[in-house]
Nanobody
Framework: QVQLVESGGGLVEAGGSLTLSCAVS????????IGWYRQAPGKLREFVAV???????SYIDFAEGRFFISKDNAKDTYYLQMNNLTRDDTAVYYC??????????WGQGTQVTVSS
């Protein structure tokens, strides 16, 4: 089993930055990739970014160049740095882990609100 706890959300003005954290515990050695997703009010949950075990990363087009995913292996913590935020980035952001052995796990989410 893998447990995920997100933090770092909050209220930020448009154009500002936030860094979200995802602390991973439990069977961390089974994790093959960590992804960030978001869900805005009235919309489906959507993919934002993913980082693989080898450190390679991928982003959805709206995140490319503005958001950066990274990890600290020593702390089993993953980050999503978000820059130049707009009101369209307002959503609950979720951390997801996937591993062949344990499948998917989700955190509880952290709210990001961007004001104009």
């Amino acid at each position: 089993q893998v447990q995920l706890v997100e933090s770092g959300g909050g209220l930020v003005e448009a154009g500002g930055s936030l860094t979200l954290s995802c602390a991973v515990s439990g069977a961390t050695f089974t994790v093959d990739r960590i992804g960030w997703y978001r869900q805005a009010p009235g919309k489906l949950r959507e993919f934002v970014a993913v980082i693989m075990r080898d450190g390679s990363a991928s982003y959805i087009d709206f995140a490319e160049g503005r958001f950066f995913i990274s990890k600290d292996n020593a702390k089993d913590t993953y980050y999503l740095q978000m820059n130049n935020l707009t009101r369209d980035d307002t959503a609950v952001y979720y951390c997801n882990s996937y591993g062949f052995k344990n499948g998917d796990s989700w955190g509880q989410g952290t709210q990001v609100t961007v004001s104009s």
